[in-house]
């Protein structure tokens, strides 16, 4: 044995409950990372064995073989064949088997165990099995394979220490890795042997319960099955913006309180100024969308953990490809509606090179969260709270106008990539869809957590910077008692505006805008907090400092200004960090810098239409 | 006992909730990853499927299968090169 803690590595096919067994292994501290030169995770984390000595467990990308039909499972490979440049051989593999799945399953562990390397078996998700009527004789499936079976239950954490103590007995086994021949014939035999030993392992079987098949019945119906995918997708815009209201009064609260605290406080001056305009107003206005942002999360999550999202992906396949892409695209697009950051990352299930950039470009138009704050305040401001009928807000229906307009506009995209730079054959779709299951509470506040987190971390790093370095800029220098221009004009940030805005002007783009797109290029949301800056130091007097940002900008722009506006942001690649993901997924600045034009070029056009038409209409 | 009757047709044809066994898939109709991919997925010469759902109405496209306890989502382009026989 080597000085280093052993090195043991989680495999199976996706859905076997493998990120279960690792978290329950685990525990919370996690290290996630990336392969050298490869745009694939790399999930680590210690646990202990039996003997209380520390083990290194490392998370693999699911797969169905190991012959591999994707960057993912690539990866796979060549860390349990031991050559992944950046990995040490590992000392032990746990294949993680769906026990209610075992006849699919046991191809991919008995292509592990053929390799000769110390193997054990963990036998997941037993009480699934038990209560979709299965019997089964784990003791039969380890005289079979040859390695130890270990039942399990990750989710409840049951047979966990047995499973560890397995592990530790095979660490001292030596071993030598044999080759792999690939060939149809070898899948063949592996599957029929698969489908035997499956047959011997199963004491007996009965109906059980089919709940997950007659749900489908509902939601993959012809008909029935894309209306209640609407109608979800429609809920949740709704929800974004009823279920938001309280919460935000809450932290709208806070700020005030804040903002009147320091200035009780604090004597007339520039740390005043600076708090309550700056950090204040600025960091505030975009937590407080904070709301908006977790129930939208919460909605994903959801559709994620319960099984849905692949019926989604099959309902959409059929449009998808029509523009060139697939149902396998609908999952990384659909979480791109959260953030196209993890949205890209997801692309790298996508065995068909094409089929991922094309992805990966039409991604950052899906309407991410960091757009809520953006259109959140512009809508509450211009477009009035009426019902329009059945309980439907004028309100929800705009914001649901802009997700529909960012993606028709991301199919359009789609289509053109498809017959220009992302040229190539129409692929296949061929996905698992696993059974619905009851989303566990505790993952999804963990979800949701994390979500909170990177949103308040952002609102305490970039985006607070972004607004201080524009406080400052327009702060200074201060316009002279005797001048007739305003602080922002003579501001060195209201000459950088005045700069641009005869560029924006043909968009109907004020001066205010163009002074906000500035900083709004590190993150959307910056926008808003920008807007919020300027409009505090342009405040000619206390009465119109107290003022609402809402009410500031009702007074100052036109509404086709405002629906410009709008418009500008569906398309508006304004998010240092896509950037940087596309070129990391990309591998170089060729994609990201395509990215940047096409977007930059289509928001410009689009707010510019959206302009003259409200202008011609009489808006 | 009679000889059992069959009645072979592709995958894509198949009527709902039919039964029927794989017969033959032409490999060479798709790339080396695809065949691979749906073998992983346990779509095979042999292999007992049966046609649980299609997709959104007047595509009909694609497919659902079971292959064993699991649900596998299948388009007709390779649907359509899958032969598979319906047990009498």
């Known amino acids: ?619 | 006992m009679n000889a059992p009757v069959t009645l072979a047709v592709t995958l894509d044809r198949l009527s709902m909730r039919q039964r029927a066994e794989i017969s033959a898939i032409d490999w060479d109709s798709m790339s080396e990853n695809e065949g691979a991919r749906l073998r992983a997925l346990g779509l095979d010469e042999g292999v007992e499927v049966e046609k649980l759902h299609k997709g959104m109405f007047g595509f009909s496209d694609p497919i659902a299968l079971k292959v064993g306890r699991m649900m596998i989502a299948v388009r007709k382009s390779h649907a359509s090169a899958i032969s598979v026989v319906i047990p009498a």
Not at chain 1, 213 to 224: G, S, T
């Open chain 1, 1 to 619: 044995m080597s000085e280093a803690a052993p090195l043991i590595v989680l495999a199976g096919n996706p859905n076997a409950g493998k990120s279960a067994l690792f978290n329950a292994l685990t525990g919370a501290r996690q290290k996630i990372a990336n392969y050298p030169g490869v745009t694939v995770e790399r999930k680590s984390g210690h646990f202990q064995m039996a003997d209380g000595r520390p083990a290194e467990l490392v998370d693999l990308p699911g797969s169905y073989s190991l012959e591999p039909t994707s960057p993912d499972e690539a990866v796979t490979r060549s860390v349990i064949m031991g050559e992944q440049q950046g990995e040490r051989k590992p000392d032990a593999i746990i294949i993680v088997l769906d026990a209610a799945n075992l006849d699919n399953h046991l191809r991919f562990a008995l292509e592990v165990i053929a390799l000769g390397r110390p193997v054990v078996i963990a036998l997941n998700m037993m009480d699934l099995a038990e209560r979709d009527g299965l019997t089964l004789d784990p003791a039969k499936l380890e005289a079979e394979l040859g390695v130890p079976v270990i039942p399990t239950v990750a989710v409840r954490r049951r047979g966990l220490d047995h499973l560890s103590a397995a592990v530790e007995a095979r660490l001292t086994e030596k071993t030598d890795p044999l080759d792999i021949v690939v060939s149809k014939e070898r899948d063949h035999g592996l599957r029929k042997q698969a489908k035997k030993i499956a047959n011997l392992t199963v004491v007996s079987e009965t109906a059980g319960r089919r709940w997950s098949e007659r749900a489908d019945a509902m939601f993959l119906h012809p008909v029935a099955g894309p209306v209640i995918l609407l109608a979800i997708m429609f809920v949740m815009f709704q929800a974004v913006f009823a279920w938001s209201e309280a919460p935000i009064g809450w932290i709208e609260g806070a700020s005030e309180w804040a903002a009147v605290a320091v200035e009780a406080t604090l004597p007339e001056g520039f740390l005043r100024d600076f708090l309550i305009e700056g950090a204040i107003g600025g960091v505030g206005s975009v937590v407080v969308f904070l709301p908006q942002i977790l129930i939208l999360f919460l909605f994903i999550l959801l559709l994620e953990a319960s099984g849905y999202m692949t019926r989604a992906a099959f309902i959409m396949d059929r449009l998808m490809a029509s523009v060139g892409l697939s149902g396998r695209s609908f999952i990384p697009l659909l979480s791109s509606f959260a953030c196209a950051i993890p949205g890209i990352m997801a692309t790298r299930s996508i065995a068909d090179p094409k089929d991922r950039l094309t992805t990966i470009l039409v991604a950052p138009l899906m309407t991410c969260a960091a757009r809520l704050p953006v259109y959140a305040i512009i809508i509450g401001a211009f477009i009035p709270a009426r019902d329009v009928g059945l309980g439907v807000g004028l309100q929800g229906l705009v914001l649901f106008g802009l997700y529909i307009f960012g993606i028709v506009g991301a199919m359009l995209v789609a289509m053109v990539l498809r017959s220009t730079v992302a040229k190539g054959p129409n692929s296949g779709f061929l996905m698992e869809m696993p059974k619905y299951q009851m989303p566990r509470l505790r993952d999804i506040l963990l979800g949701l957590w994390q979500r909170a987190w990177i949103f308040l971390r952002r609102a305490g790093t970039i985006i607070f910077a972004a607004t201080v370095v524009l406080w400052l800029m327009l702060t200074y220098p201060k316009v002279p008692i005797d001048s007739p221009m305003s602080q922002v004009d003579y501001s060195a940030a209201g000459r950088i505006a005045n700069v641009i805005e005869p560029v924006v002007a043909p968009i109907g783009f004020n001066r205010d805008i163009a002074l906000a797109l500035i900083p709004a290029m590190a993150a959307r949301e910056v926008a808003v907090a920008a807007l919020a800056t300027t409009y505090a130091i342009d405040a000619p007097d206390e009465e119109a400092e107290a003022k609402s940002l809402t009410e500031r900008l009702q007074s100052s722009w036109s509404l086709p200004t405002a629906l410009a506006f709008l418009a500008w942001f569906v398309f508006a690649p304004q998010c240092l960090s896509t950037i940087a993901v596309t070129k990391r997924e990309t591998n170089g600045w060729k994609w990201p810098m395509f990215m940047l034009a096409y977007l930059f070029a289509l928001a410009y056009v689009a707010a510019g239409i959206t302009y003259w038409t409200a202008i011609a209409l009489g808006l």
